[in-house]
Structures are given as structure tokens and as C-alpha cells.
């Protein structure tokens, strides 16, 4: 038993940090009601294509939100700089939405479809 | 938004537990026993982990796996090193002669890529001030330096004046901090009711009081208390303190 814990634990705790190191690819999907950041923002592309700024407003701090509570949980996974690149991209949309400016928000959205799918791989 | 404190907390522990079994998997090698490739691999594996630790701006994976390539090159390099003995001399080199019969071997000592002044220190390093007492000196794989004195100048022995001599043996520890090692009074054939008698002989009545107790190779026990008594004529400080 002694010896098999001698090399089990090394072992399984390289799987563990393995394990942590991958994370960010499961955990980035929605575990509740409050973190479907890339179905919102399925949503938001589809308020600012009919330019229903009201519910594109409440979409995108819907998004803010659920992007923090999604970072908590890939952070351990993925590089500073791309969680802050996601959160500029974010801001950017927000930005757009406020402005009114479809073109620049749907540019935004398209750049970060492109974020999302590389986010943890 | 990203908790810096905590990624770096939890990459600590990934960075440290993955050096330390790594660095065990690759064996048992000294510190002083290590090729200058050796040290400079060490320092780099060292580099990457801390890296692995610190940096939040590359992904602890690519670290990681600069880390683990690493450390398997290094064992295989070990492997290799062991098995083929034509690829170990190869990879780490071998012994040279530098000095033989107090002559200064310059073509090995610039293969080396020794000075003549370096050899000098290291000589007198092995307690050499006199280059003619060398029969051989041979540089080793590690950087140090090996000699062999000509016999005229080597000390006389016990066997050279012809005076009997015991084998001395080895020491065990029966007791460390308070706590006895059975298993090692065993081993001499004692038991707990032998070590408490001699404690007793030595004015100790708890083993607790003992920091370390040994059985000599001469089967007498030495015992060291936590309480030493001890004046302060050995105190060396010259300072009031604290510090």
C-alpha cells in the first residue's frame, strides 16, 4: 500500500495540476442562469441588427456580469492579458451601444465570437 | 476582475510540487557533484518554475511544459549517460590528467579550458603547496580537482607504524527530540527498559528531557539534553542584541 501511494500521489497530483492547467475550457460554459455569455451575446447581436438599443443595454450589463463571474473561474487557465483583451472588447461593445453606432458594436460582437472560440484551447 | 493574488498562490503550488517531484525523479545527484552543464540545466528548470509561479501574462501550461521538457531531457540524458558508455563520456566528459610526476600537463589543462592559475588554487585548496609533491592530479567531470601525492610525502599511517586498530563501527540514534526509535534499539538488540536504566545512570528520568541519545559503536549510549546548563563563557556573541 505504501508503495503504491509512493508513486499514486506524485502521480495523481500531476493529473491535478494538469487538470487546473485545462480547466478553462469546460469552465468557460454557462454552469447557471446567470453566466450564458456567449448566448447573450447571440442576443445582443440581434437587438443592435433590429438597432433595439433598450434591450441591448440591458444585454451587455448582463454580459459584464456574467463575464466576471466566468473569469473567477478561468483565471487559473488562461493568460492575464487575454481576460483583459475579452474585458476591452466588452467595454468597446457597451461603448458602441451607448453611441448607437450598429457598425462598430457588431464589429465589436464579430471580434469577440473570435475571442470566445479561442479562449482556453 | 482577475484575483492576481490568488492565480499566483495557486500557480505557486503547482510551480513548487512539480519541481519537487521532478527533482526527485531525477535522483540523488549532490550539489557538488554536478557538471557545470549540470548547474547551468539546474539554474534554467529553477528559471522556468519560478516563471511557471510569477508571470500571468503567458498561460501556466506553456511553462509547465517547458518545465516537464526539461526535467525528461535531463533524465534521459541520465538514462543514456548510464546505460552507453561511450555517449556518457561524450555527454559528460571524463577525468583528465593535468599534472603527472609535478609536470603541468598544459595540452589536457587548455582542453579543460583551465588556467594555469586556477589549477594552482585548487591544488593548494587540497592543503598542495608544492607542485613537486604530485605524482598525479586529475581533473574531474564535476570541476574539482583529485591528487595523489608521491609516496615520500603522504602521511605515515597505523598500518606503516604497525599499531593494532578496531573497527570503529556505527553510531544509532535511539532517541531525537523526546522520542524513542524503537525499530533502531532493535536493531542493536536493546529495549526501552536497557535505554531507561542508562538514562536513569545518567540522572535523566523522562526520555522527553533527551534532544538526542545514540548507541556508540562501543555499545555505550550518549546522551544529549534539551536542558544543556551550560555557563556563558561559550557565548561568542559580542553584541547586546536582539538581532
Keep these: ?113 473570435g475571442q470566445w472560440h479561442s479562449l482556453a484551447t | 476582475m482577475i484575483d492576481e493574488t490568488i492565480v499566483v498562490i495557486v500557480r505557486v503550488v503547482i510551480s513548487f510540487f512539480t519541481l519537487l517531484i521532478f527533482t526527485r525523479l531525477l535522483g540523488k545527484q549532490e550539489v557538488g557533484q554536478l557538471t557545470f552543464f549540470d548547474y547551468i540545466n539546474g539554474i534554467t528548470i529553477g528559471s522556468i518554475a519560478a516563471t511557471l509561479a510569477t508571470d500571468l501574462s503567458a498561460r501556466a501550461w506553456t511553462h509547465w511544459v517547458g518545465l516537464v521538457g526539461y526535467a525528461l531531457l535531463t533524465g534521459l540524458l541520465q538514462y543514456i549517460t548510464i546505460k552507453n558508455r561511450y555517449l556518457g563520456k561524450v555527454l559528460d566528459g571524463e577525468p583528465t590528467v593535468v599534472i603527472e610526476d609535478g609536470k603541468i600537463l598544459e595540452k589536457n589543462l587548455n582542453q579543460m579550458r583551465v588556467k594555469i592559475g586556477e589549477l594552482m588554487t585548487l591544488l593548494r585548496a587540497q ?16 570541476g574539482e580537482l583529485s591528487v595523489k601525492q608521491k609516496a615520500e610525502y603522504l602521511p605515515v599511517t597505523r598500518k606503516d607504524l604497525q599499531i593494532p586498530s578496531a573497527s570503529s563501527g556505527l553510531a544509532t540514534e535511539v532517541i531525537q527530540d523526546g522520542i524513542v526509535i524503537e525499530q533502531n534499539l532493535q536493531q542493536r538488540k536493546k529495549d526501552k527498559a536497557w535505554l531507561r536504566q542508562q538514562l536513569q545512570a545518567n540522572g535523566i528520568e523522562k526520555e522527553k528531557q533527551v534532544a538526542y541519545a545514540l548507541i556508540l559503536p562501543n555499545g555505550k549510549l550518549y546522551v544529549d539534553k534539551f536542558d544543556d546548563q551550560i555557563g556563558k563563557e561559550a557565548d561568542m556573541s559580542d553584541y547586546e542584541g536582539p538581532y
Design chain 1, 1 to 113: 500500500m505504501k508503495k503504491f501511494s509512493l508513486h499514486a500521489i506524485p502521480l495523481l497530483t500531476l493529473v491535478f495540476f494538469i487538470a487546473i492547467m485545462h480547466s478553462g475550457i469546460v469552465l468557460k460554459n454557462p454552469m447557471g442562469t446567470e453566466d450564458r455569455l456567449y448566448q447573450s451575446v447571440n442576443k445582443l447581436e440581434e437587438n443592435v441588427k433590429d438597432k433595439d438599443w433598450s434591450s441591448a443595454k440591458k444585454e451587455v450589463r448582463y454580459i459584464e456580469n456574467a463575464w466576471k463571474k466566468v473569469v473567477r473561474r478561468i483565471q487559473f487557465s488562461v493568460e492575464r492579458e487575454y481576460l483583459l483583451e475579452i474585458s476591452g472588447t466588452i467595454s468597446r461593445i457597451k461603448g458602441g451601444i451607448e453611441a448607437q453606432d450598429d457598425q462598430a458594436v457588431l464589429e465589436e460582437i464579430y471580434y469577440y465570437y
Design chain 2, 127 to 142: 592543503k598542495v603547496f608544492d607542485i613537486t609533491q604530485v605524482e598525479y592530479a586529475i581533473f574531474e567531470i564535476n
